[in-house]
């Protein structure tokens, strides 16, 4: 057992190490906000879909893809949304408070620290399915998160044109669109290629992982307190506890229940407290959020790893 809780905790350190090492650089000014942002641009543009294309371009298509698992993704993230959207209406009047409510419940930090943990965890084979897991993911949250942030707050007025104009332009979607038929099609890639997208997918992690520590400020977890704490609990805590089971219950096993269960346990995106602010909603609740389940999800996501690991079950 103790075996065990030292391998959990070994799996999640180094990505929250490298994130403090991000806080920690911002705090001593050996990076700012220009750096952080400038960063994100490179990871989400070029290195994270860098990434998520060498995965399942390389990998075999009926070995990534599992219906399965995708469903429950998709399923639990919709779950998560109308529940929590119910909820919001108990506990925050405004409703640009409970557009940053809703998002900051549903909306995984997957594609930076749930990879890192994954690859940590499963290696190369356990990457390949969370990118593709990612890619069915990715449109959903951007869809909800438009809708979150939009109708509570103008009670409609939703654009769907530039909702598929944004999703049709999204780096990640379009990298996975163009792996997929290699990966179906076992299409050769001549070395050039690969060498030059595993350069740039290298960058991904650490380049990322240094942003998010950077882009978290300690000092504004303060007005919203209450709403806040409830989202995180909600986040990082009740839809891993009940979504995991659930999974395992419908026969979800091994390398792909761990990949779940790092789907519901990750922290919620900085890409929420970016489009929170975009969309003059509560940018501080955001915040808050994103702040309180990147520091907490170090202790829940070990032990949630510790707990799965003990029973067998990863």
């Given at each position: 057992m103790i075996h065990n809780l030292v391998f959990s905790f070994q799996q999640v350190a180094p990505v929250f190490l490298i994130v403090f090492l991000g806080l920690f650089l911002k705090e001593k000014r050996w990076i700012n906000d220009s750096f952080v942002d400038t960063a994100s641009k490179i990871v989400f543009r070029i290195a994270l879909p860098a990434l998520c294309f060498l995965e399942i371009a390389k990998t075999d298509f009926n070995t990534m893809f599992n219906g399965t698992?995708?469903?429950?993704?998709?399923?639990?993230?919709?779950?998560?949304?109308?529940?929590?959207?119910?909820?919001?209406?108990?506990?925050?009047?405004?409703?640009?408070?409970?557009?940053?409510?809703?998002?900051?419940?549903?909306?995984?930090?997957?594609?930076?620290?749930?990879?890192?943990?994954?690859?940590?965890?499963?290696?190369?084979?356990?990457?390949?399915?969370?990118?593709?897991?990612?890619?069915?993911?990715?449109?959903?949250?951007?869809?909800?998160?438009?809708?979150?942030?939009?109708?509570?707050?103008?009670?409609?007025?939703?654009?769907?044109?530039?909702?598929?104009?944004?999703?049709?332009?999204?780096?990640?979607?379009?990298?996975?669109?163009?792996?997929?038929?290699i990966s179906f099609f076992r299409v050769p890639m001549h070395k050039v290629v690969t060498t030059t997208v595993n350069y740039l997918s290298s960058l991904t992690l650490p380049l990322a992982l240094i942003g998010i520590g950077g882009a978290l400020d300690i000092r504004s977890a303060k007005r919203r307190l209450k709403p806040a704490v409830t989202a995180s609990l909600i986040k990082i805590f009740l839809t891993p506890l009940v979504f995991t089971p659930l999974a395992f219950l419908a026969g979800v096993r091994g390398e792909n229940l761990g990949v779940l269960f790092i789907l519901w346990a990750c922290p919620a995106a900085i890409a929420s407290f970016i489009m929170a602010k975009a969309m003059e909603c509560d940018a501080d609740l955001a915040a808050d959020i994103v702040l309180i389940t990147t520091l907490a999800s170090v202790v829940t996501m070990a032990l949630g790893i510790f707990v799965l690991k003990t029973a067998g079950l990863i």
């Open positions: 698992i995708i469903a429950f993704g998709l399923v639990s993230t919709l779950v998560v949304f109308v529940l929590c959207w119910m909820l919001s209406l108990l506990l925050l009047s405004e409703g640009a408070s409970r557009g940053s409510f809703i998002q900051g419940c549903f909306r995984s930090n997957y594609a930076i620290i749930g990879f890192a943990v994954v690859f940590n965890l499963f290696g190369q084979t356990g990457l390949a399915k969370a990118a593709a897991l990612l890619a069915f993911v990715m449109p959903l949250y951007n869809v909800l998160a438009v809708i979150a942030l939009t109708v509570p707050r103008h009670g409609g007025g939703v654009s769907l044109r530039k909702m598929a104009l944004d999703i049709g332009t999204n780096p990640l979607i379009i990298a996975v669109l163009f792996a997929v038929p």
